[in-house]
């Protein structure tokens, strides 16, 4: 039975979770351990075999991932980084929260990543070129990074990022909160030099039990200097100083945060990994069903997914044409069926208007979008059945016109 007739509603995401879980966390509660011990050590080994990285640090969420990233890389004040303002805010919080200064760069209409056509557009303006960085001709800042988001889990354009960076010398930071099981090429997210961040948050296709995040990278270089950052700059975590060697003493090395995960996240996360392939193939189906039956709808647009990528479906966006995009969730959830909107772009907020130069006007491409994409319910415990259902609910209301 779908999930609608079940519960009579359809939420926009629900995690897919159960007993397995539930035993995990039974686990740890016997182990008596819940701070970061066995279970994020097999949880980070476990990722890594997942997306084919080196090395991975679990942390608390993909923002906590987001800042240490920016910290391992040296990056602070007196920085750029480049980012798109059509990302959740987490982004760019992080870039502002270590230091440096987000300068945004407009979405590419067709992929709703990063336009790297736009990225060297903004370094050849507004910058001038030093032996180690460009150097922003007004602010005198050094551009350090760029972070491509892989927007509802379809990769950004890495080739191209790559050679910018490389041709600038950028460091890249991918946020991958939506993309664990994507593929670029052949290749999975996570399997990169760059620094990768993902997120466990309630929605994401797996969950640590409601918040959580990881790093990872095949670039060992910077591993020991993310784990320093995830915890106070302690040099020994506290499970191999008290549980296995029993002393108490220990150096801090950098200035760091308390970003660590629990066991009991890790444990979830475990079982959570266990299903992960399980969960992208349904979220695939749900993806293409949609495809498939709102193709003939006039007012909807489907952005297809480019080949040479394989989306995780994290989201279904599709956007909304000749009628009002707010009337219709208003008029989806009077038929019980919840919708999202990603995103409000982060350089319309309050905030962000208030402290930075930006202003509505300066990403056209986001702020359109913004105001016509729709993300549809999508998750694993959804069946055919469910997809019809929200089909129906929008041609009847589009019917109506
Ligand atoms: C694109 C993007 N980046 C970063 C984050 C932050 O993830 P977390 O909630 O795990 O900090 C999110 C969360 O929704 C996101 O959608």
Redesign the pocket.
């Known amino acids: 039975m779908g999930f609608f007739k079940k519960n009579g509603y359809l939420p926009f995401s629900e995690p897919e979770i159960g007993e397995e879980e539930l035993n995990a966390v039974k686990r740890v509660f016997k182990r008596n351990w819940f701070t970061s011990g066995p279970e994020v050590k097999e949880f980070e080994k476990e990722f890594s075999e997942i997306v084919n990285s080196k090395f991975s640090v679990a942390v ?7 800042h240490i990233s920016l910290k391992a890389l040296g990056i602070g004040a007196g920085d750029d980084v480049i980012s798109v303002p059509f ?2 805010v ?2 760019i919080n ?1 870039i502002v929260e270590s230091g440096a200064f987000p300068v945004l760069v407009d979405i590419d209409e067709k992929s709703y990543n990063i336009s790297p056509e736009k990225v060297v557009e903004k370094i050849e303006q507004d910058y001038e070129f030093s032996e180690e960085y460009p150097v922003n001709k007004k602010t005198g800042n050094r551009l350090k990074a760029i972070i491509p ?3 509802a889990g379809q990769p950004a354009d890495m080739d191209e990022i790559d050679q910018i960076a490389k041709k600038y010398n950028l460091k890249i930071i991918e ?1 991958a ?2 993309a664990i099981g994507s593929f670029y090429k052949g290749k999975k997210i996570g399997n990169s030099k760059n620094l990768v ?5 309630s ?2 296709n797996i969950t640590t039990g409601g ?3 990881i790093v990872c990278s095949n670039s060992e270089e910077y591993e020991s200097l993310l784990r320093l950052y995830s915890l106070h700059g302690i040099d020994k975590e506290a499970y191999s100083r008290l549980r296995q060697e029993g002393l108490p003493f220990y150096d801090v090395k950098v200035l760091g945060f308390k970003y660590n995960m629990t066991d009991i996240a890790a444990a979830i996360g475990r079982e959570q990994l266990k299903r992960i392939e399980k969960i992208n193939r349904k979220r695939r189906l749900i993806a293409k069903l949609y495809s498939q039956y709102l193709s003939e709808v006039e007012e909807i647009v489907i952005k297809p997914v480019s080949k040479e990528k394989k989306s995780s479906y ?1 989201l279904f966006p599709v956007e909304i044409k000749n009628y009002e995009r707010d009337s219709l969730i208003k008029e989806l959830l009077n038929k019980k069926i919840q919708t999202s909107v ?2 409000i772009p982060v350089h319309l907020f309050s905030y962000y208007k208030k402290h930075y130069p930006y202003k509505e006007g300066d990403f056209p491409v986001s702020e359109a979008i913004f105001r016509r994409i729709l993300s549809l319910p999508i998750f694993p415990a959804m069946d055919e059945g469910d997809v019809k259902i929200v089909v129906k609910a929008i041609k009847d209301i589009f019917s109506k016109k």
């Open positions: 608390n969420s993909a923002t906590a991932a987001l990302t959740f987490s982004t992080t988001v892989h927007y946020d909160a939506h961040a993902f997120s466990f948050y929605n994401k918040e959580g995040g994290h990603h995103f």
